[in-house]
């Protein structure tokens, strides 16, 4: 299966924002035409007053007989967009409170570093508009951008990003350990930041995107749990936890290219699938992400009112083998494992958007290759791998499937069912996400594990003897130390392709599939990310002009169409929108 570049964002259209400030009505084309009058004797301005006055009047009628689906609404651009998502945080906290919701919702939003990432992953320039890299690379020169400033109305300069990086060292804040060679960070003057390493490390600038290279007003009180003091596009006006997050466009915001589109962000939280479903159907919300492939299939038939995509994302199912357990040891009985595995059925049974993967990269990470082939399915073969250590359907060897239950029973059932022809007879042992943390996370107590692994660049896992899958190879190891040291990103994507091949050859896991994240817009919503909107949420672009009403009747398009529309068509347009 080959990589293809992936369209990351619904498509966006330019709309144009009149003036209405100066005008005496509600009605921005109206406006426009006052201030442009024909040349010639001007009306005397009791009457304009008397036809403005009309014109008011009917437009206030409008509305009342027909109101679009979300409040707010100006010159077609609603000011405020309501968002469903399915992980909430806690808090605000994002020093100290963990969870990938925190990231998604404040990073590049509320919260911005020296540099940022977009939708393919790529780095890009943030507070810093450019960098410079020694020679050895192990110096970072960062340029700011000119007349930074927070949300509060501080300025914002290279003493804010020195302090909040020696802060989060010394404090050892969230993602600290990612900051790895380093050695000192500093401000060379109130435009310039220096940050200092001890070795090279080719993953420096795509960690600083992430909550280690945020930069924190050293100068502000607040309380962090509840509160945000930030230099990005939005503000945090009211957080309810684990329910509901409301963002406000920051008026202080110092930057052109990402200012805030729509007024008022309300992202809310369900942690019931159904009640997120009739929220998007009811039109509370116009964007639900993720949302299962099957659960989005009544919306991709109805392509008049929503829109549904599949984005790429980091996300790996790994089917995790205990390298150093008792009955898993063998890699004859990992590799019978890995060939048995029809993969295509898995995905297809979940609404058939995830792509396989073949090895322990993602596609959206440097050292991505298509690997698929390493392990095609091949249920003969891995019989054939199972008769050499002594087993068969009719003398099965026992093994445990140990994962969390937020991952259903699914996925554990049709795994026993495929291995079960080769002679494997799989358990499964579903238990709490804290069980499978002591059991199999801390105390290595497991045959088989099961758990999304969704963090992006995390391939140093597969070089840690001592992490939950027991895999030690020196081979890796030295394959990643060399990535990780090369001074240029093609050398760094080689050897950690060659890694990743390597790491898949010996079989310690199998990666059933790459989830992708389905989502549903509703239609005329517009800038929402697909690729990795559940720990990147780049909300600056989004925005929602809610269509004319869509009907599949012709007599109902035809009232929409009317110069004027009565309240009495109101009820015949609905009655031709829900059975015509």
Do not use: C
């Not at 200012?259 to 479903?277: G, I, P, W």
């Not at 105390?443 to 391939?459: A, P």
């Not at 059933?512 to 949420?537: A, M």
């Amino acid at each position: 299966m080959s990589s293809s570049k992936l369209k990351t964002d619904v498509q966006e259209g330019t709309v144009r924002h009149e003036d209405t400030t100066a005008g005496p009505s509600t009605d921005p084309v109206l406006n426009q035409r006052l201030k442009a009058p024909r040349k010639g004797n001007p009306l005397p301005w009791q009457l304009v007053s008397a036809l403005l006055a009309v014109v008011l009047i009917a437009v206030l009628w409008a509305g009342r007989s027909y109101q679009q689906p979300t409040a707010g609404v100006t010159a077609g651009i609603s000011k405020s967009v309501s968002i469903g998502f399915r992980l909430a945080p806690a808090n605000l906290d994002i020093r100290n409170q963990s969870g990938a919701a925190l990231d998604q919702a404040l990073i590049g939003n509320v919260y911005e570093g020296l540099v940022s990432r977009d939708q393919t992953n790529r780095v890009m320039p943030s507070l810093a508009n450019s960098w410079e890299i020694s020679e050895d690379a192990t110096t970072y020169t960062f340029h700011l951008n000119p007349n930074l400033t927070f949300s509060n109305g501080d300025k914002l300069d290279a003493e804010d990003v020195a302090w909040s990086i020696n802060q989060l060292m010394e404090h050892h804040y969230h993602d600290a350990d990612q900051l790895q060679n380093f050695q000192s960070v500093k401000a060379i003057d109130k435009d310039h930041v220096q940050l200092q390493l001890t070795a090279p490390y080719a993953n420096i600038l795509w960690v600083l995107t992430g909550r280690a290279g945020l930069v924190f007003d050293r100068k502000a009180q607040y309380d962090p749990k509840t509160q945000a003091v930030g230099s990005g596009p939005y503000t945090v006006e009211s957080f309810t936890p684990n329910s509901s997050l409301v963002l406000k466009a920051n008026t202080r915001y110092w930057g052109r290219q990402h200012r805030a589109k729509t007024e008022t962000l309300h992202l809310r939280y369900f942690a019931d699938d159904n009640a997120a479903v009739n929220a998007l159907k009811s039109q509370d919300i116009q964007v639900l992400a993720p949302i299962t492939a099957n659960l989005a299939a009544p919306f991709t038939k109805d392509t008049e009112h929503y829109s549904v995509h599949s984005g790429a994302g980091s996300d790996k199912y790994v089917l995790a083998f205990n390298n150093k357990g008792s009955k898993t040891s063998d890699m004859r009985v990992r590799q019978a494992i890995r060939y048995a595995i029809n993969h295509q059925d898995l995905i297809d049974s979940r609404g058939g958007v995830d792509q396989p993967m073949g090895g322990p990269i993602p596609s959206v990470d440097p050292g991505y290759r298509d690997i698929t082939n390493l392990y095609p399915h091949n249920p003969e073969r891995a019989k054939r791998l199972m008769a050499q250590v002594g087993y068969t359907p009719d003398k099965p060897l026992t093994l445990r499937l140990t994962y969390p239950n937020t991952y259903g029973t699914e996925l554990g059932d049709q795994l026993r069912s495929q291995l079960k022809p080769i002679g494997i007879n799989l358990q499964l042992q579903v238990v709490e996400f804290s069980t499978w943390m002591q059991d199999v996370y801390t105390n290595h107590n497991y045959d088989l594990s099961l758990v999304d692994h969704s963090e992006s660049h995390d391939f140093s896992q597969w070089t840690n003897p001592n992490y939950y899958y027991g895999y030690d190879s020196k081979v890796v190891r030295d394959l990643y130390a060399k990535a990780m040291a090369a001074r240029k990103a093609e050398d760094t994507d080689h050897y950690l392709a060659q890694a990743a091949q390597q790491v898949s050859q010996d079989a310690p896991a199998d990666w059933l599939f790459n989830y992708r994240i389905t989502t549903v817009t509703l239609t005329g919503l517009r800038g929402f990310p697909l690729n990795l909107n559940q720990t990147l949420l780049n909300a600056w672009k989004i925005s929602y002009s809610p269509d004319k009403p869509k009907t599949s009747g012709p007599a109902a398009r035809a009232l929409y169409d009317r110069p004027k529309w009565r309240s009495s068509d109101h009820a015949t347009f609905l009655q031709y929108t829900i059975a015509g």
